[in-house]
């Protein structure tokens, strides 16, 4: 099977940085198989996962949500079997719980896969 690992949030104050880091592993698991995404839980929102950003299996193309354009950054290193999520200038809006998924489709037509535990992102005022 795919096991998906996040790592890398925190607490931080609006207009600063941080850095989410996803590893992939398992038998089943070659980066390059997959779309990768991530979404992310605010509080509060139930059952109800919204999409940030998604990046192509070689990584030529990346899509995002109108909200963290500019913003944030979707990368991978496919040799480590890493995606990364670099969000600047965040804002108590970005707080929510991350999620990793490795899917299929395009970036701009992602269909959701695997999902790892997710990673609190909590951002101050």
């Known amino acids: 099977q795919v096991q998906l690992v996040e790592t890398g949030g925190g607490l931080v104050q609006a207009g600063g940085s941080l850095r989410l880091s996803c590893a992939g592993s398992?038998?089943?698991?070659?980066?390059?198989?997959?779309?990768m995404a991530w979404f992310r839980q605010a509080p509060g929102k139930q059952n109800e996962r919204d999409f940030v950003?998604?990046?192509?299996?070689?990584?030529?193309?990346?899509y995002y949500t109108n909200s963290v354009k500019g913003r944030f950054t979707i990368s991978r290193d496919s040799a480590k079997n890493t995606v990364y999520l670099q969000m600047d200038s965040l804002k108590p809006e970005d707080t929510a719980v991350y999620y990793c998924?490795?899917?299929?489709?395009?970036?701009?037509?992602?269909?959701?896969?695997?999902w790892g535990q997710g990673t609190q992102v909590t951002v101050s005022s």
């Open positions: 998924n490795a899917g299929q489709g395009s970036t701009s037509y992602y269909t959701p896969g695997y």
């Open positions: 398992g038998r089943a698991f070659s980066s390059s198989s997959y779309v």
């Open positions: 950003a998604s990046i192509s299996r070689n990584g030529d193309s990346t």
